[in-house]
């Protein structure tokens, strides 16, 4: 049986929509995964240069207890160059969130970046800080695996 023209164009034209589709969607992943890296101030907030956002005066939110089998997560809040302004964010965000920690590079690695996580969280609770922090108007927040050191 031999298709007609329409049909041809009609397969082409889902077909490229579909191809098309698939592609937007891996840019996206692939903008995620490469923003937090890239800046080294990737927790400041809108319109504030030098690192760290706005006091946000509220109570401190605890890490949950979890049991050994659940899988944990930290959110990740910024990336700096240096220690000092690491440190500076850290404190700034454990006003809020006491679980709040600066991640130093691996002594001898490549990597020469300071990151600043909060956790670890479950996931549901890394979902949840991570969403609190880009309601304050947070960029490149990202929840990653906690590592098993």
């Excluded at 890296?37 to 240069?49: E, I, Q, R």
């Excluded at 700034?92 to 969280?121: C, H």
């Excluded at 549901?124 to 991570?130: E, F, S, T, W, Y």
């Amino acid at each position: 049986m031999a298709m007609s023209n329409k049909q041809v164009v009609a397969i082409f034209v889902v077909g490229t929509g579909l191809l098309l589709a698939v592609f937007w969607m891996g840019l996206s992943v692939v903008k995620q995964s490469n923003g937090a890296s890239a800046s080294p101030a990737v927790g400041a907030a809108p319109g504030d240069a030098a690192g760290p956002g706005p006091d946000q005066g509220s109570a401190a939110v605890e890490p949950p207890q979890t049991t050994s089998g659940n899988s944990l997560y930290v959110v990740q809040a910024g990336i700096f160059g240096t220690a000092e302004q690491a440190n500076q964010f850290t404190t700034e965000l454990k006003r809020k969130f006491r679980a709040a920690y600066t991640q130093s590079p691996e002594p001898g690695g490549q990597d020469k970046l300071y990151r600043v996580n909060i956790g670890p969280y479950d996931k549901r609770d890394a979902d949840q800080v991570a969403s609190e922090l880009s309601g304050l108007g947070y960029k490149g927040i990202m929840i990653l695996p906690a590592s098993k050191k």
